[in-house]
Each structure stands twice: as C-alpha cells, then as structure tokens.
C-alpha cells in the first residue's frame, strides 16, 4: 500500500543557483544538469528525492518547498479536495512518461500536491528509517487544527491521532489506517498542530534527516539561513531544528534517536 503519503519535495526559488549550493554544502545534495530547463532533480545518496525549480520573472510567490501526495487518481483527488473545502491552484496537469499533478490547498491555506506517476512501481514503500539527508516527515502548521484535521481525514482517509506534547501543546498524528511501522505501530502521514503566535498564515513543513541537528543547523547559520527554531529535543523522537533558508523557504532537520 503506497497512496497517501508524501513522496517528492520540489523547491521553487527566485535562485536556484544559490539555493542549490546552499543545499549541496548543507546536505550534500547533488543536482542533474539544466537538460529539464529551468527544473533540476535533487539526489542524496544513491536516491532522487525532489527537484529545484527556477521561478520565472512574472512569479511572485515567495521561495517555498511543496510536498507531493501520492494518490490513486488525481482528478478524483481534486473533486474530493475542492468538495471538503479546499483551494486548487493549479488544475490537474499531465507530464508525458513522467505523472500526473494538481497544486491545491487546503481550508487553512496550507498548500500540497496530489501526485500520481507514470512509472509502475516508482512511489513504493521506501524504508522505514530513512537515510541521511532525505526527506523524513511533513508537518503541517495550521491556524486551524481541528478543520484542517478534519479535511485531511475526508481527502486522504487519514485519522487523526491527537497527542499531549505537555505545557498546553497538542501535536496530532495523521495515521495511514491500515499502514503500521515494523515495530507494529500505527504509521503516520505526518504530524499537524496549531500555528505558533505571530504565526497567522498555515504551511506544509518538510523534514530532512540529519546525523547531527545541532551541527548541521550551526553550518546553515553561518550559510544564511535564519534560524526560526533552535536545536531542541523531542522526548522518545530525536532532536530537530527548523529554518528558513537564505531564499526565505521554511525547513526542518530530524536527527531521530536511535534505539
């Protein structure tokens, strides 16, 4: 079972070249050659993970990441999208030998892709622990949990499983029904909770693992980016820190913990 989970990342910036040698000395990111034009494929290791896109003069959209969906018919997905009350933003669009997509949003603003490939096999399962420097969670943060809960529940059938981060804070786990981890937990889609003060807008967040948050968030500094969430633990999880680059695209590292 592959549907419903996020699979491909892609990088829209006013300069790509800059954002891909911030990438590249962050993660050690490598980029194909500009045969796709203004679009560049991201690999990390042995294994392509998203792209890098350089946005045209008459797009004014700020440098954002844009997570993709794996879904059974796109189409369907953006009938069902718009019925629960979201947004599309660009219509379902077919690449020949390459997928279908739809960019859309969500009744909070939060936007994300419905993706289906055109290659049989290539959004299968991938290993539960990620490797070094691929994508390894989405986070949605949103002005409205409880809607935005509610919508994911209805488009992609995914149940919300709310939990008690202590202080006042809930963190909600959007679970695959069905999908279970090997140890036998539930398996998440990603996790959403409520927009932080100063915060009025909604936005999906992705995570990249890292081997040393701290580290790699000090080399990110010191590269430009601006640090929006210092290193910080996350009890039974790991440590993460989050970002905007020097483009102004928000990220997060996970360094998850082992054992």
């Given at each position: 079972m592959?549907?419903?989970?996020?699979?491909?990342h892609d990088?829209?910036?006013k300069?790509?070249e800059?954002?891909?040698r911030?990438?590249?000395?962050i993660?050690?990111?490598?980029?194909?050659?500009s045969?796709?034009?203004?679009?560049s494929?991201i690999t990390?290791?042995d294994?392509?993970?998203?792209?890098v896109?350089?946005?045209?003069?008459?797009?004014?959209?700020?440098?954002?990441?844009?997570?993709?969906?794996v879904?059974?018919?796109?189409?369907?997905t953006?009938?069902?999208i718009?019925?629960a009350?979201?947004?599309v933003h660009?219509?379902?669009?077919?690449?020949?030998?390459?997928g279908?997509?739809?960019?859309?949003a969500?009744?909070?603003?939060?936007?994300?892709?419905?993706w289906?490939?055109?290659r049989?096999?290539?959004?299968e399962?991938?290993?539960?622990?990620p490797?070094?420097f691929?994508?390894?969670?989405?986070?949605?943060?949103?002005?409205?949990p409880?809607?935005a809960?509610?919508?994911?529940?209805?488009?992609?059938?995914?149940k919300?499983?709310?939990?008690?981060?202590?202080?006042?804070?809930?963190?909600t786990?959007?679970d695959?029904?069905?999908?279970?981890?090997a140890?036998g937990?539930p398996?998440?889609?990603?996790?959403?909770m409520?927009?932080p003060?100063?915060?009025?807008?909604?936005?999906?967040?992705?995570?990249?693992?890292v081997d040393?948050?701290?580290?790699?968030?000090?080399?990110?500094?010191k590269?430009?980016?601006?640090?929006?969430?210092?290193p910080?633990?996350?009890?039974?999880?790991?440590r993460?820190?989050?970002?905007?680059?020097?483009q102004?695209?928000?990220?997060a590292?996970?360094?998850?913990?082992?054992?």
């Amino acid at each position: 079972m592959n549907k419903h989970r996020f699979v491909w990342h892609d990088l829209s910036t006013k300069d790509a070249e800059g954002s891909k040698r911030f990438y590249g000395e962050i993660f050690n990111w490598k980029f194909d050659s500009s045969d796709n034009g203004p679009y560049s494929h991201i690999t990390a290791g042995d294994e392509m993970i998203g792209g890098v896109r350089q946005m045209g003069n008459d797009e004014h959209q700020p440098t954002s990441w844009l997570g993709y969906i794996v879904v059974d018919n796109v189409e369907a997905t953006v009938a069902s999208i718009t019925g629960a009350g979201g947004k599309v933003h660009m219509p379902t669009t077919k690449m020949e030998n390459v997928g279908t997509f739809a960019v859309t949003a969500d009744p909070t603003g939060a936007v994300f892709a419905p993706w289906k490939s055109a290659r049989p096999g290539e959004d299968e399962e991938k290993a539960a622990m990620p490797k070094p420097f691929t994508f390894c969670w989405d986070e949605l943060v949103t002005t409205d949990p409880k809607a935005a809960v509610a919508f994911y529940e209805k488009v992609f059938g995914w149940k919300g499983r709310p939990v008690d981060m202590g202080g006042g804070m809930t963190y909600t786990l959007l679970d695959r029904p069905g999908v279970m981890t090997a140890n036998g937990a539930p398996q998440s889609a990603g996790g959403a909770m409520r927009s932080p003060p100063g915060v009025p807008y909604s936005f999906w967040i992705a995570y990249v693992a890292v081997d040393d948050c701290d580290g790699v968030s000090a080399r990110a500094e010191k590269l430009g980016a601006k640090v929006m969430v210092a290193p910080t633990d996350i009890p039974n999880v790991g440590r993460f820190a989050c970002w905007s680059d020097p483009q102004g695209a928000s990220i997060a590292v996970l360094q998850p913990r082992m054992g």
